[in-house]
């Protein structure tokens, strides 16, 4: 793990900047736990090189790398607990503070859609609905709030993939979700959805509308969502093997599958750049 340790704080010195106000005003502020730790001239705050990253505060640094690979291998939280000799309640932390990898489109001919979650408050103490039994589906179908999570998912030739949980497909929620992250002018293929419409005119983009229902399933012999879809499928089929994700968590789950589903040959040094982007959850 040193070598993971060496490179943040190689990276402090190479472009300085403190975690919680950004300034690049930062002083040396001696050493805890072998780390070099600093100090904010502009908000006074401590910090070191780990601070507001997945990996902060977490203990059995020697143990790291092992639970990445148990990430990268897809393994459930006891059997990651049992190859890296931890606690079953530190490997569910680890998990959730290594996951949640972000991503931004900047390709030309994008592909978008959205796929439906069943809601679920795994975990909590009280529930916003009435709960269900042991193997029962969600009653209503459709787009019901209150059963199913709606995720949009955009997505380019390249495995570039940008995803987000949204309230509904509205073009206020595409306003909100995907401003900065397409460029203008880009071609934007969707389905029948009438909100990508006014979406992909307020924002300067070519919008090729499929209509799914009426058996339009490519234009042009080049523009469709057949990409997307697939993702979605293997999204479904890998997330099946944890028998249902506690939607508190599912932007988490996301963020594992897109790693490992743009990363051809995923291992643990590609898998921490992705991670030292990410602010601390």
């Not at 401590?46 to 990268?72: G, M, S």
């Amino acid at each position: 793990m040193q070598p993971i340790i060496a490179e943040l704080e190689q990276r402090m010195i190479d472009e300085p900047e403190c975690p919680h106000c950004h300034s690049c005003l930062i002083n040396r502020h001696g050493k805890s736990a072998a780390m070099q730790r600093y100090r904010c001239k502009n908000c006074t705050k401590t910090f070191n090189a780990v601070t507001k990253t997945p990996l902060a505060r977490l203990q059995h640094k020697e143990k790291w790398l092992d639970y990445l690979q148990c990430l990268i291998n897809g393994k459930v939280l006891r059997a990651s607990a049992t190859d890296c000799d931890i606690n079953l309640k530190t490997s569910f932390r680890w998990r959730h503070r290594f996951l949640q990898l972000s991503a931004t489109m900047k390709a030309t001919l994008l592909e978008a859609d959205e796929t439906l979650f069943a809601r679920s408050e795994k975990g909590n103490r009280t529930l916003e609905r009435k709960p269900r039994k042991r193997g029962m589906k969600a009653k209503k179908r459709g787009r019901s709030k209150e059963d199913w999570v709606p995720v949009l998912t955009v997505r380019d030739r390249g495995k570039h993939t940008y995803e987000a949980i949204i309230l509904s497909v509205s073009t206020e929620q595409l306003n909100k979700e995907l401003e900065g992250k397409i460029l203008k002018d880009s071609v934007l293929c969707t389905d029948g959805f009438r909100s990508y419409i006014k979406f992909a005119q307020g924002n300067d983009l070519i919008h090729k509308r499929l209509d799914v229902a009426a058996g339009v399933q490519v234009i042009e012999k080049v523009f469709h969502i057949q990409n997307v879809n697939a993702y979605h499928s293997r999204l479904k089929a890998w997330m099946d093997r944890f028998h249902g994700v506690a939607t508190k968590y599912l932007e988490n789950y996301l963020g594992w599958f897109r790693f490992l589903d743009t990363n051809e040959n995923p291992n643990k040094n590609n898998l921490f750049k992705a991670q030292q982007h990410l602010a601390g959850t």
